[in-house]
Nanobody, 118 residues
Framework: QVRLVESGGGLVQPGGSLRLSCAAS????????MGWYRQAPGKQRALIAA???????SYADSVKGRFTISRDNAKKTVYLQMNNLKPEDTAVYYC????????????WGQGTQVTVSS
């Protein structure tokens, strides 16, 4: 069982920055692929950034060049640095810990609200 706790959300003006953190406890962390998803009102939850256990990263086109995902395996924490934020980035942001092997559980955090508004 893996527990994920996100933090770092809040209200920021357009063009500003935030860094989200996702702290994991329990279970294996180092080998898991980790992802950040977001869900805006009336929209489906969508993957925006992912990082493999080996550190390879990928991004949705909507955030590429502005957001950076990273991980600290010693701290069992994954981060999402968000720069040049736009109003359309407003959403609840969720951390996901992928399954160790296909068919085994993945895990979600409770989400953290990010609001970009002047």
């Amino acid at each position: 069982q893996v527990r994920l706790v996100e933090s770092g959300g809040g209200l920021v003006q357009p063009g500003g920055s935030l860094r989200l953190s996702c702290a994991a406890s329990g279970g294996s962390f180092r080998s898991r692929n980790m992802g950040w998803y977001r869900q805006a009102p009336g929209k489906q939850r969508a993957l925006i950034a992912a990082i493999t256990g080996g550190g390879a990263t990928s991004y949705a086109d909507s955030v590429k060049g502005r957001f950076t995902i990273s991980r600290d395996n010693a701290k069992k924490t994954v981060y999402l640095q968000m720069n040049n934020l736009k109003p359309e980035d407003t959403a609840v942001y969720y951390c996901n810990a992928g399954p160790l092997v296909p068919g085994t559980p993945d895990y979600w955090g409770q989400g953290t609200q990010v609001t970009v508004s002047s």
